[in-house]
């Protein structure tokens, strides 16, 4: 299965990711707290980013016109689902609508081409 998305949704999807990855001090948190399923659990969201960003380019700008996504389908769905749920779940306090609606639509094109 190949899936590939273009620039503006690259940018939405990175910038969803970079802003997710501000919580990695959590899982140092967990840690100290004894919660250690909490951290494992982060951890698995991290290495999903990571994987992810591997095919988005880790550098903020990237001059490509299309990115394809070569990450193992079952685990692009979980990483697209859970930021997508995410952003909606914030979206009525959301002070950025229009970069949330961007990763959410973003989330939705991967989907479709996942179905």
């Known amino acids: 299965m190949s899936i590939t998305i273009n620039r503006e949704d690259r940018n939405a999807i990175w910038g969803e990711i970079r802003l997710d990855l501000t919580a990695l001090n959590d899982v140092e948190?967990?840690?100290?707290?004894g919660d250690v399923e909490c951290a494992?659990?982060?951890?698995?969201?991290?290495e999903r980013h990571s994987r992810l960003l591997d095919d988005l380019g880790w550098a903020k700008a990237d001059s490509r016109e299309e990115f394809p996504l070569t990450m193992p389908v079952q685990q692009l769905e979980q990483a697209v689902r859970w930021h997508r749920q995410r952003v909606l779940e914030e979206l009525p306090d959301s002070e950025h609508v229009d970069y949330d609606l961007d990763v959410v639509s973003a989330c939705d094109h991967v989907l479709e081409q996942l179905a």
């Open 40 to 46: 494992r659990s982060m951890r698995g969201r991290f």
């Open 29 to 33: 948190e967990s840690l100290d707290q």
